[in-house]
């Protein structure tokens, strides 16, 4: 079992910055990848980023260059440093991680962006 705590959600304006945090617990060494996900109201969860046990990352051609991924081994943490934020940024997002090929997903935290 993984459990994922998300925190750094907030209100911001349009063109400013947030991060996220994700701490892993539980069966950490299983963990193979981990990412974030976001869900707009009245929307589907979509990809946004992920990063795997190797350092490999991947993300939405939406947020290119204006987020980005990183991991604390150490600390078993994974951020999501969000840059130039815009209003198509609202939305919950949740933090993933998959383990012996099982998804493992936070609470969610809100990421509301005004314009």
């Known amino acids: 079992q993984v459990q994922l705590v998300e925190s750094g959600g907030g209100l911001v304006q349009a063109g400013g910055s947030l991060r996220l945090s994700c701490a892993a617990s539980?069966?950490?060494?299983?963990?193979?990848?981990m990412g974030w996900y976001r869900q707009a109201p009245g929307k589907q969860r979509k990809l946004v980023t992920t990063?795997?046990?190797?350092?490999?990352?991947n993300y939405a051609d939406s947020v290119k260059g204006r987020f980005t991924i990183s991991r604390d081994n150490a600390k078993n943490t994974v951020y999501l440093q969000m840059n130039s934020l815009e209003p198509e940024d609202n939305a919950v997002y949740y933090c993933?991680?998959?383990?012996?090929?099982?998804?493992?997903w936070g609470q969610g935290t809100q990421v509301t962006v005004s314009s």
């Open positions: 993933m991680a998959i383990a012996t090929m099982r998804n493992y």
């Open positions: 539980g069966s950490i060494f299983s963990i193979n990848v």
């Open positions: 990063i795997t046990s190797r350092g490999i990352t």
